[in-house]
């Protein structure tokens, strides 16, 4: 019985195209049934091992099935451990805490509390953007011109996407959307234009309760704001009482520079947004950081029935203490980020006028137009690749590896993205 199940899972794609809704998208790109991964690799029901250097967009940060995250869950399980616990108090929560506290927090000198929201990205900005509201008494919040949130209505009206506005069906209002850093070019200084907006009291642009930014924008095309955009940011919330959100949701956990996106950089968040490879293991996991001072809910007044997942905290403390207890894994992140620099920075001279992307291990090159992007993602599929396209108009080829990807497939994987490249182009290389 066993074999003609599998046989039968074997037959192809026909059961979702029968029953899965149309809405359903990356599939559409990697048309292949997945039965296994491990590592930076995924097989498919035919055998065929790929590279993956879309890791969950982001949510397998630490790459797929790692065997301490793994077997601590499976033990947790085996013990009859806690499945779903609402938001009482267990173990697993103490411990991830605690961890999290001592790893995380602490050496940055940050008191902030956590909130447990629903367990996806939209949810921990659906919570944030209500508690600023709460906080301020203001009912505008400021976002900006590429930006991604969520798919949810108040973290839609945040995102700048016109497609994704689109699907809302109703009005996505109370927000201002502003120029990010570079959005007009690199002679226009953006901060200079929020300020004369914020600070204009003709300017029809209500005093913000929030901004709301990612330090690296992952859908809007990896565009990334510079460290004294965003310090001027962060100057400017707390000159006029705006509450600074940052959404860390694909930026954070070592993808674009530390623990978080914005470490070192002097910027003083309100709160932080989660999610993603917050779980470490691919497990539904969402959060927002909270200074305490706005820390003034009501009991259950932004509450859900999945606020936090204990298996996730099973897997997170796992993963903060195996990679962040020392500097070597970021260190790791680091040589690795400069390296996929410069193999992207080679691509990048095959294709006129292409620009690179993004920051540390969030990188991607802009070719200019959504076709040939498509064109060469398709390419790397069939050569055995994973990868997607970003930007307004899918025009980046974002490459988003798992951060623990041996540097032996690493370069296996950016040589099939240089083939298609070539290939897609059929240029000579341009001169240095």
């Known amino acids: 019985m066993k074999d003609t199940q599998m046989t039968d899972q074997s037959a192809g794609t026909a059961v979702f195209e029968r029953r899965e809704s149309v809405v359903r998208s990356y599939c559409r790109g990697f048309p292949a049934v997945f039965t296994r991964a491990k590592g930076s690799t995924l097989t498919d029901d035919a055998g065929r091992d790929y590279i993956d250097f879309l890791s969950g967009c982001s949510s397998l940060n630490y790459g797929h099935n790692d065997p301490d995250m793994k077997a601590a869950l499976i033990a947790h399980l085996t013990d009859d451990g806690i499945a779903h616990g609402l938001d009482m108090y267990s173990t697993e929560k103490a411990a991830f805490l605690e961890t999290f506290e001592r790893l995380i927090l602490s050496p940055r000198g940050w008191d902030h509390r956590i909130m447990m929201t629903g367990p996806t990205g939209t949810n921990a900005v659906e919570a944030a953007i209500k508690l600023a509201r709460k906080v301020t008494g203001r009912r505008n919040v400021v976002a900006f011109t590429n930006g991604f949130h969520g798919m949810t209505l108040g973290a839609l009206s945040l995102t700048g996407n016109a497609g994704k506005r689109g699907g809302a069906g109703v009005p996505l209002d109370h927000v201002t959307h502003m120029p990010y850093d570079g959005a007009l070019g690199a002679e226009t200084d953006t901060l200079k234009i929020v300020e004369a907006m914020i600070e204009n009291g003709s300017s029809g642009v209500d005093m913000p309760a929030a901004f709301v930014v990612e330090p690296v924008q992952g859908e809007g095309g990896l565009n990334a704001a510079s460290e004294a955009w965003l310090k001027g940011l962060s100057d400017l919330a707390k000159k006029?009482?705006?509450?600074?959100?940052?959404?860390?949701?694909?930026?954070?956990?070592?993808?674009?520079?530390?623990?978080?996106?914005?470490?070192?950089?002097?910027?003083?968040?309100?709160?932080?947004?989660?999610?993603?490879?917050?779980?470490?293991?691919?497990?539904?996991?969402?959060?927002?950081?909270?200074?305490?001072?706005?820390?003034?809910?009501?009991?259950?007044?932004?509450?859900?029935?999945?606020?936090?997942?204990?298996?996730?905290?099973?897997?997170?403390?796992?993963?903060?203490?195996?990679?962040?207890?020392?500097?070597?894994?970021?260190?790791?992140?680091?040589?690795?980020?400069?390296?996929?620099?410069?193999?992207?920075?080679?691509?990048?001279?095959l294709v006129p006028g292409a620009r690179l992307k993004g920051?540390?291990?969030?990188?991607?090159?802009?070719?200019?137009?959504?076709?040939?992007?498509?064109?060469?993602?398709?390419?790397?599929?069939?050569?055995?690749?994973?990868?997607?396209?970003?930007?307004?108009?899918?025009?980046?080829?974002?490459?988003?590896?798992?951060?623990t990807t041996p540097m032996a497939q690493f370069d296996r994987g950016l040589d099939i993205l240089e083939s298609a490249v070539r290939e897609k182009t059929a240029r000579p290389m341009a001169a240095e």
Do not use: Y
């Not at 990188?363 to 994973?386: H, K, N, P, S, T």
């Open 240 to 349: 006029h009482g705006i509450l600074l959100i940052v959404d860390d949701i694909q930026a954070g956990i070592g993808r674009a520079g530390g623990f978080f996106s914005i470490d070192g950089m002097g910027v003083e968040p309100d709160m932080v947004t989660m999610a993603k490879s917050l779980s470490g293991f691919g497990l539904p996991f969402a959060l927002v950081l909270v200074k305490p001072e706005h820390d003034i809910w009501k009991p259950a007044e932004h509450n859900g029935t999945f606020r936090g997942n204990t298996h996730a905290f099973v897997t997170a403390r796992v993963a903060l203490e195996k990679f962040w207890s020392d500097d070597a894994f970021l260190n790791e992140v680091t040589e690795k980020g400069a390296h996929l620099e410069a193999r992207l920075d080679k691509m990048r001279r």
């Open 359 to 403: 920051r540390g291990m969030m990188r991607g090159i802009d070719v200019g137009c959504g076709e040939l992007a498509g064109a060469i993602c398709a390419r790397c599929f069939e050569q055995g690749l994973i990868i997607e396209t970003s930007g307004a108009e899918d025009e980046v080829v974002k490459v988003l590896a798992p951060l």
